[in-house]
């Protein structure tokens, strides 16, 4: 081959196919380790649910906080766990974990649709009881339990496929 020509490409296949690997075993860590982070996320919420409530119930917002169609993100039962509040157009207040079971991508609110829709991968979930509508998810997304009180809405629990915790 001529030698211009090898100049140009100074990474010979070896390399090139070496730094391909390279890159590829850093993505899979990468893709490995948030999913790992997604899984202990349910874990802690299964083992919540195996060893009964390990949480404080927590005021979460005002009924004149939220619009019915609207939603408003809250973080519940750990700090660090993100939460949708909804209140459906027929004004009933629900709430629902707000990461996929999928691969953990924040779900949205969708009013017309009646879903959260998770975009990552076109997955959805029904804002009735959080069964899976469409897509990859492979469970239902946890519930928030919920309670009024007066003009306060307060987190109380989560219900996982059914269960509380
Ligand atoms: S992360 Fe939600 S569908 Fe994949």
New binding site residues.
Partial sequence: MDKNLIDSFPVDWEDDNYVTRREFLKFGTVASGAFAVGSVGIAAWGRARENGPSFEPRMIALTGDIEPGNALPFNFPREKDLALLIQKPDGEFVAYARR??????P?VYEAAQSRLF??????AFSVEDGSVLQ???PHPIPQIEIEIRGDEIWAIGVKLHGGHA
Avoid: A, K, Q
């Fill in positions: 996929c079971t999928h691969l953990s991508c779900v998770c975009p990552c991968h076109n997955g897509g990859p998810p």
